[in-house]
């Protein structure tokens, strides 16, 4: 089983950037697609974006164009550029395979987005 560790979250004013970090324990060179998902306080979490092994791309119409999904295969880690952040951003975010049976989620990072 694969462990997930994310990080990079903090406190940002409107506006701000943040990168978020993913890194699994294993491989994820074989993982046809990794995804990023958020959860506000008080709802189900949803998706973000995801990226395929060959480096396409997909967004949630919230956060296009304002989101950057990337992976290292090399180094087992996925990444999540986020600028012009909102306060409506605010959540614990998570990754995770997007191509099957999730595995086990990690703890998330928490990202506030506050003046």
């Known amino acids: 089983q694969v462990q997930l560790v994310e990080s990079g979250g903090g406190l940002v004013q409107p506006g701000g950037s943040l990168r978020l970090s993913c890194a699994a324990s294993?491989?994820?060179?074989?993982?046809?697609?990794m995804g990023w998902y958020r959860q506000a306080p008080g709802k189900q979490r949803e998706w973000v974006a995801t990226?395929?092994?060959?480096?396409?791309?997909n967004y949630a119409g919230f956060v296009k164009g304002r989101f950057t999904i990337s992976r290292d295969n090399a180094k087992n880690t996925v990444y999540l550029q986020m600028n012009s952040l909102k306060p409506e951003d605010t959540a614990v975010y998570y990754c995770?395979?997007?191509?099957?049976?999730?595995?086990?989620w990690g703890q998330g990072t928490q990202v506030t987005v506050s003046s």
């Open positions: 294993g491989s994820i060179s074989s993982i046809s697609v």
């Open positions: 990226i395929t092994r060959g480096g396409y791309t």
């Open positions: 995770n395979r997007a191509d099957g049976s999730p595995w086990d």
